[in-house]
């Protein structure tokens, strides 16, 4: 009678060679991928290896991003790039090199501008198993800033936001977040399109997308510092430490009567100087007491106030205790905004918190993301 035996050493081993071939199989996306990238990065050092070098290391010293009026703007120290070309930039901060090109910079390097076009990309290929791409285009009624990234086996993650300015008059701009990923990790497809008016909008309405992809975004470039809360809108959580200027409510209370005069043009005239107070001046009317104010006058000063952020008292409240908003108000280069914020960060979270409110920007930065690692655990990436 034949061994039943033979038959299942026979499986086994042709068990083990079909594993071996398995795991080459697995193997050969991975591998396929790191030569694909080993290449690039070659190829990549020899094209920008003759461009001019700028003398920069920082990201934070070629573009910083800021919100004025609601929307992104680019500002940058630096002047225009030599020839109007490309140049190249090697970041210590990133350990990769990049490129930059700038049209309408800086005159002096202590007055940043906002250039007619700046166009910068980094491709970085530092990482086992990514290939990553970052780049910021900025014009004169466009702002990009994406960030992409290529995984083994086609997987592929694409972050960007792009905004559109616009006047008002036109029906102002817009602000979109895209957010695609396919094939990585087995994970489900991710696609996400959000559009709002402006940044600050965007940023408000969807929270929760932005502390997922908007935020780790611009923590790559080193810009998470656009996080800092509108002052005026931190000083309404704070309200209870906030007092107003004296100057500007004597300057206030006598143009009040002036909205409510028989004289339109009077009125009117009372309206533009109010203001003309700007931020001290809307800091003042939020928290008047208008409860004696004629329908005339509130109307005028809420058209004062128009330009700028307000909270329901629910919201300030809320905020007052919140962790994340707390943090984004260490980024303010308002001392005072900081040096309160920090105060009730440690009432509410630790009381043995150490921040250093006067240490420098990047160090700054560095030290509100490890406390926001540590204090609000669902904004790590």
């Known amino acids: 009678m034949p061994s039943i035996y033979p038959l299942p050493r026979a499986m086994v081993s042709i068990g083990l060679i079909l594993a071996g071939v398995c795991a ?3 193997a050969t996306p991975e591998s396929e991928f ?12 020899t094209m920008i290896g003759n ?3 700028l003398d920069v290391h920082r990201l934070g010293d070629i573009f910083r991003l800021t919100v004025e009026n609601k ?3 680019v500002r940058t120290q630096l002047t225009n790039t030599a020839s109007e070309g490309y140049m190249r930039v090697k970041l210590g901060d990133q350990q990769s090199a990049g490129l930059v ?3 309408g910079g800086a005159t002096l390097p202590e007055h940043p501008a906002i250039p007619a076009l700046l166009q910068f990309t980094l491709t970085d290929y530092t990482q086992a198993m990514r290939i990553t791409t970052m780049s910021v285009n900025s ?3 466009y702002c990009s800033i994406t960030k992409s990234t290529q995984f083994p086996g086609g997987g592929f993650h694409s972050t960007s936001i792009i905004q559109q300015m616009g006047r008002l008059s036109d029906g102002g701009g817009s602000i979109h977040l895209t ?3 396919v094939g990585r990790d087995g994970s489900s497809p991710v696609n996400v399109e959000l559009q709002a008016s402006d940044f600050f909008t965007l940023i408000h309405t969807h929270s929760e ?18 996080f800092a809360p509108d002052p005026l809108v931190a000083w309404q959580v704070f309200s209870e430490t906030w007092k107003p200027d004296p100057a500007v409510s004597q300057q206030i209370q006598k143009l009040l009567p002036g909205l409510d005069v028989d004289d339109y043009h009077k009125r009117d005239e009372a309206t533009r100087e109010l203001e003309k107070l700007g931020r001290d001046g809307a800091a003042v009317l939020i928290h008047l007491d208008r409860s004696k104010l004629t329908p005339e006058q509130n109307a005028r000063v809420d058209l004062a106030l128009g330009p700028y952020a307000q909270l329901p008292a629910k919201q300030a409240s809320h905020l007052r205790s919140d962790p994340a908003f707390l943090l984004d108000c260490l980024y303010s280069d308002d001392a005072s905004l900081k040096k309160v914020a920090l105060e009730r960060l440690r009432e509410v979270a630790d009381p043995t918190i150490q921040f250093d409110i006067n240490a420098a920007p990047a160090v700054r930065n560095a030290a509100i993301s490890a406390l926001r690692l540590r204090l609000v655990p669902a904004s790590k990436p």
């Open 24 to 26: 080459v199989v697995r």
């Open 34 to 45: 790191e030569t694909r990238r080993d290449q690039e990065r070659r190829n990549y050092d």
């Open 51 to 53: 461009m001019p070098l």
């Open 71 to 73: 929307e992104l703007v």
């Open 101 to 103: 090109r700038i049209q």
């Open 139 to 141: 014009q004169a009624s």
């Open 179 to 181: 957010v695609n990923e």
């Open 209 to 226: 997308e932005c502390d997922a992809y908007i935020r780790p975004l611009l923590r790559d470039l080193g810009q998470e510092a656009i």
